[in-house]
């Protein structure tokens, strides 16, 4: 029997791939791939010619019969695009799977975008909480970043840059215009670490262009409202405007009551009042 390796390959500078890595590509039979293209230079820079396979989140559960008929007589490699399978990347289902059927799952760990932005922000990294990509609706991003703001820890977050505006600016609205590292094309030719505030970061990116993983520094967890009662979570400030519904309060008195009673800011309150029911009259 044999063994998949989960294997994590440069994000950017192909010089960044282990000799580990570079190893069991060139030996193994098959590698199965987020994107055979993407893989195909990667592996003509290491002169390796394994059969390749495309394993992505669309088409993982159809490909797991190839895979584990490869496993019967060879091993197999895993790789996404960039970084490592299974983290803001497809590749975790395969792993359950090919371990449930009995074979050996090894990890070969190599550059993560995450530690290297961790590594330049200048943020502790003793505890950190990674968000992964944020969720698309605004209600749900601000109420996320909210959430883990109460933790008090470093926040590892990727971002497209359609959208780093936008989420730059949640930051700021839901987090108090927190200072943050904006690291831009980390280890490719154009790598950029802008370090300032939120807000700023709106100036300075104006056509974002690339992609970013944002640091955001650790965010006091004792963050109380103005009469000094202690923040709820954001489950709680959801249950709480579900209560004044329920009692027949505008939407407007509602979020005032909720913001003053948790801290959280009126964009992220009012972004609950839509996502339970309630009317633009709270604007």
């Not at 994107?35 to 394993?55: E, F, G, I, M, Q």
């Not at 961790?118 to 943020?123: A, D, M, P």
Request: aromatic content about 6%; some cysteine.
């Amino acid at each position: 029997m044999g063994t998949l390796y989960v294997i994590g390959t440069p994000i950017g500078n192909l010089e960044d791939i282990t000799v580990r890595a570079a190893r069991i590509l060139t030996s193994v039979p098959m590698v199965a791939a987020e994107d055979t293209r993407v893989t195909r230079r990667l592996l003509n820079h290491l002169d390796a010619k394994p059969r390749l396979v495309s394993c992505n989140e669309h088409n993982w559960s159809r490909r797991l019969p190839t895979l584990l008929d490869a496993l019967d007589s060879g091993d197999v490699a895993m790789v996404t695009d960039a970084g490592s399978p299974g983290i803001s990347d497809p590749g975790a289902g395969v792993v359950a799977s090919v371990a449930e059927a009995g074979y050996e799952v090894v990890s070969v760990p190599g550059v993560s975008a995450v530690s290297a932005a961790l590594s330049v922000s200048g943020f502790p990294a003793d505890r950190f909480t990674f968000l992964g990509f944020l969720p698309r609706r605004r209600a749900e991003r601000t109420a996320a970043l909210s959430e883990a703001a109460t933790l008090g820890q470093t926040l590892v977050i990727f971002e497209a840059p359609h959208r780093l505006k936008a989420t730059l600016s949640d930051i700021a609205d839901a987090l108090n215009d927190p200072p943050l590292a904006v690291c831009r094309e980390l280890t490719k030719l154009y790598e950029e670490v802008w370090r300032g505030a939120a807000s700023d970061a709106l100036d300075y990116f104006a056509e974002p262009r690339g992609e970013f993983t944002i640091v955001i520094g650790p965010v006091s967890s004792d963050m109380s409202s103005a009469d000094g009662e202690p923040v709820i979570t954001v489950d709680a400030a959801r249950e709480a405007l579900i209560q004044r519904r329920a009692a027949g309060m505008r939407g407007r008195e509602a979020v005032a009551e909720v913001v003053a009673a948790t801290g959280l800011s009126r964009r992220v309150v009012y972004g609950l009042w839509v996502e339970t029911g309630g009317q633009a009259q709270a604007s």
